[in-house]
């Protein structure tokens, strides 16, 4: 038996930000990075979200980048740009260019200064992007994600967004780690696209009637997951493949995530300069890479030759 | 006996962005509301903070509040803008145009989106900002406010920054709430100006060694709190001006700051267009504005006559 897809459905990263010396966005890199994920069992790529440290990069920059992969032949149709800002004017812009570069669809954080605010304001900052950029190949996934945004998207929210934008609303990642939450969405939401952000997450979310997955981890693992969701729409046995996948997941998320899967990349590809990242964050230290890369080299997994 | 002022020191109001009607910054009417706040007890000016709404602008916006309020004459002495974004680069254009302007400060938010990150990674981001402006006249105040931002800023950190950057890191603004930390920081670190973000923790931060408050609420009862604090620099009983200054906040505390405050001020200037909010806030329910207005009646406290 064989499942069909969803509009947006399947394996996708998170794609990480390569740096250069002052600490700018390293197009070109991420567009090969980006080229090789695609290469390696992802459907898709979330760039600019949390992992790819988008909001730590000026609204300016993150438009650099879109153009960038554009450029560089990244296809659009593989793209979910992070574009949800604090201030709904940024949000627009960014979310217009995605539009343009022919992006499958938009990641949208809700605006995250404020918290414990209404589902009326988070519904009014959403219309508000959507009315403003007015384009109906637009197509938005909200981005639900309490232990880092603080502003959580419950059902209420969604409900409302959904019946007013039915064409535009379409899915959402949901890195609560709450598998409750999600398969609760896909059931009350037909067509309503939800990812997990967790590996672990991943498989029981597909079987309650879920899309995929949108992770960090799978800047390294993708091929993994992409054997667990072929495996999965083909009736095959997975167990194995998904128990790697989640191996590999808990031995990295025990740290920073972006530092520690750059960090795993430097390795990867012999090349230190993976390593940076901007401010808050940093990198990983020398002690804590040394442990994670024994972990992996326990685990097992070794990802694909790098670029 | 009178008590030698700080560099900054007194009274400051978090000043409210009035809105046109596309949600746009009114920089005129907001340039008049500064006039309205120095000529009715306030030492400074803290615009684009938390209750100013400046998370919910552009750059851009923001870098136009700026440059309006100094062309509408307002002087740069008085100002201790905020400045701090998730990016490094945006605070950094902010923080440079500010100094250039003139403003006597300014009130720097540590990068806010990721949560438990390391003191070594705030620093570096502060440090970043300082460096980036290199500018003498920065005068840099931290903003502490973990229930909003969700990132604190611990006494380690501000150790690390003034034994770093003495001349330039010149304070904080607590809006933790905790007066404790308040105390213990103006304790700890002498020289160094700490700023209560509420009115009940302004009389007895001062009797620490405190340097004022910067408040949403001094928006309309700046005449309180500097009655409060020339009584107390010149050893005045002051204790029925404090009581009535509180009872104040606390009847406006009750609701979100920045919309209760558009709030009164539509209603004393009969203008509505004050109660224009950007999402993801919104403008107060009408039984909460009675109930708001009711509470205050009752109280007895009338702000000076509107411009």
Redesign the interface.
């Given at each position: 038996m064989t499942k069909s897809p969803k509009l947006a459905s399947g394996v996708f990263a998170a794609a990480l930000t390569p740096l250069t010396a002052d600490l700018s966005p390293d197009v070109a890199r991420l567009a090969g990075h980006c080229r090789w994920l695609l290469d390696h069992g992802c459907d898709g790529l979330a760039v600019l979200g949390?992992t790819g440290e988008a909001?730590?990069?000026?609204?300016d920059?993150r438009l650099a980048i879109l153009e960038g992969l554009a450029e560089a032949g990244i296809p659009g149709r593989a793209l979910m740009p992070g574009t949800g800002c604090?201030?709904?004017?940024?949000t627009v812009?960014l979310t217009r260019r995605a539009v343009e570069l022919g992006a499958a669809g938009v990641l949208v954080l809700?605006?995250?200064?404020?918290?414990n605010?209404?589902d009326?304001?988070?519904f009014?900052?959403y219309?508000?992007v959507i009315e403003r950029v007015g384009d109906t190949r637009l197509k938005v996934y909200l981005y639900h994600f309490p232990?880092?945004?603080?502003?959580p998207i419950g059902y209420g929210l969604i409900e409302r967004l959904l019946d007013r934008y039915p064409d535009t609303v379409a899915g959402m990642k949901d890195s609560s780690g709450d598998l409750d939450n999600m398969t609760g969405a896909a059931r009350a939401f037909p067509g309503f696209a939800v990812f997990s952000g967790s590996e672990e997450l991943f498989l029981p979310l597909l079987r309650a009637g879920g899309a995929g997955c949108i992770t960090a981890v799978n800047n390294v693992a993708s091929p993994l997951a992409a054997r667990v969701y072929a495996g999965w729409r083909e009736g095959n046995d997975i167990e194995a493949d998904n128990g790697l996948l989640v191996a590999v997941r808990q031995a990295i998320v025990r740290y920073?995530l972006s530092a520690a899967l750059k960090e795993i990349m430097a390795r990867l590809t012999g090349d230190g300069d993976w390593r940076r990242v901007?401010?808050?964050?940093?990198p990983m230290e020398d002690g804590d890479a040394e442990a994670l890369a024994g972990a992996l080299d326990d685990i097992g997994y070794t990802p694909p030759p790098p670029p």
């Open positions: 949390t909001n730590s990069f000026s609204v920059e604090c201030a709904v004017p940024d812009r809700p605006p995250f200064y404020y918290k605010v209404s009326d304001g988070l009014a900052a219309s508000e232990q880092m945004s603080a502003v920073p901007r401010p808050p964050l940093r």
